[in-house]
């Protein structure tokens, strides 16, 4: 998944079961190392980052519903490490969308930028 992610065709989108979006980026690295590839943690963070920008979060909520309750943007922090930053989190008691305060890139990230 992550190599066609990273072939350079626009437009990519895919699943994984989590609880959080943070335990989305674990789980993804988790199954690179559990399929057997022979390769350092941060090389596999480096094909994350420059696959993925956007991590949406979708949820049950009490009612049964399912809502999106998280958008994050995914960057680079350092050379072997990631950062989920929120943009918008789903406010369950007022039942709405509040935007984070963080800045966003003007354009996608390419996944080499150090943030």
Same mark, same amino acid.
């Given at each position: 998944?992550?190599?066609?992610?990273?072939?350079?065709? /626009?437009?990519?989108?895919?699943?994984?079961?989590?609880?959080?979006?943070?335990?989305?980026?674990?789980?993804?690295?988790?199954?690179?190392?559990?399929?057997?590839?022979?390769?350092?943690?941060?090389?596999?963070?480096?094909?994350?980052?420059?696959?993925?920008?956007?991590?949406?979060?979708?949820?049950?909520?009490? +009612?049964? /519903? /399912?809502?999106?309750?998280?958008?994050?943007?995914? /960057?680079?922090?350092?050379?072997?490490?990631?950062?989920?930053?929120?943009?918008?989190?789903? +406010?369950?008691?007022?039942?709405?969308?509040?935007?984070?305060?963080?800045?966003?890139? +003007?354009?996608?990230?390419?996944?080499?930028?150090?943030?």
């Amino acid at each position: 998944m992550l190599q066609a992610m990273n072939t350079g065709h /626009r437009g990519s989108l895919t699943t994984l079961h989590a609880n959080s979006p943070q335990d989305a980026l674990v789980r993804l690295e988790s199954m690179v190392l559990m399929a057997g590839f022979d390769m350092p943690l941060a090389a596999i963070r480096r094909m994350i980052a420059g696959a993925i920008q956007v991590v949406v979060q979708l949820d049950r909520l009490s +009612d049964w /519903r /399912r809502v999106m309750t998280h958008i994050g943007a995914l /960057r680079r922090r350092g050379a072997d490490d990631l950062a989920l930053s929120s943009i918008f989190t789903f +406010d369950a008691g007022a039942e709405k969308f509040v935007r984070s305060s963080m800045n966003l890139p +003007d354009g996608p990230s390419s996944g080499t930028e150090d943030a």
